[in-house]
């Protein structure tokens, strides 16, 4: 069965350093998403992509952030310079959505950041 | 009030049994209702999802939508050990937009 997968697993970086998240999702999916959850938190949305074009973000997906698919199946999340608060695991998720088909999100793995 | 409310628990029972899990909600837009399970450190793993009101078996899994009363229920029959792990309930108000997650309610399924 087709799935999301992300690397790496874990990442460990220095506070103020870049990271890049990588995403694959499913092939035939349209709709891509960051997700994002604090140790002992909720799940917590942080960005939707489609059409090449973000299509909704949450007050957490502040300047530091951005997405991107730089070919026909990576998307990835990239932090510009890592604060302590961004150590969480990072969900990517992927969606086969169109108007004649009700479907939800699939998720990955994940990717566990921690931020020294 | 919260958008979406989960009691975490955590929820211990006896291998065999009736497990209920629920969710209320106060967002009347939300279309979508799902059910993930998610074991620790690991990523959500959808079990469920139905659109709108009403209910959807698969296996020794029910879930039940009553949009009148905002309340959600994901049932599981004849529960295993294997069946341990935390359950979100999740919604959505369109397939495509953002899910907001409850909390989730750790089970414990005791053999």
């Known amino acids: 069965e087709p799935e999301v997968t992300q690397t790496p697993s874990h990442q460990v970086t220095q506070m103020g350093q870049e990271v890049i998240l990588r995403c694959v999702p499913i092939s035939n999916h349209l709709y891509f998403y960051w997700y994002r959850q604090i140790l002992g938190q909720k799940v917590e949305f942080l960005v939707s992509?489609?059409?090449?074009?973000?299509?909704?973000k949450s007050e957490i997906f502040d300047d530091q952030f951005s997405v991107e698919r730089p070919d026909g199946s990576n998307f990835t999340l990239k932090i510009r310079s890592t604060k302590l608060e961004d150590s969480a695991m990072y969900f990517c998720?992927?969606?086969?959505?169109?108007?004649?088909?009700?479907?939800?999100?699939?998720f990955g793995p994940g990717t566990r950041l921690l931020v020294l | 009030q919260k958008e979406v409310e989960q009691d975490p628990g955590p929820l211990s029972v006896p291998e065999g049994a009736i497990v209920s899990l629920n969710c209320t909600y106060s967002?009347?837009?939300?279309?979508?209702f799902m059910w993930y399970r998610q074991h620790s450190r690991k990523g959500p793993e959808l079990l469920m999802y139905t659109y709108s009101s009403g209910n959807k078996e698969d296996g020794r899994f029910t879930a039940q939508v009553d949009k009148s009363s905002k309340y959600i229920s994901l049932f599981i029959r004849d529960s295993q050990p294997s069946d341990s792990a935390t359950y979100l309930c999740a919604m959505s108000g369109s397939s495509a937009s953002k899910i907001i997650f409850g909390s989730g309610t750790r089970l414990s399924i005791r053999p």
């Open positions: 967002n009347s837009a939300f279309q979508y």
């Open positions: 998720a992927s969606s086969p959505w169109t108007s004649r088909t009700k479907e939800t999100q699939y």
């Open positions: 992509f489609y059409n090449n074009e973000i299509s909704e």
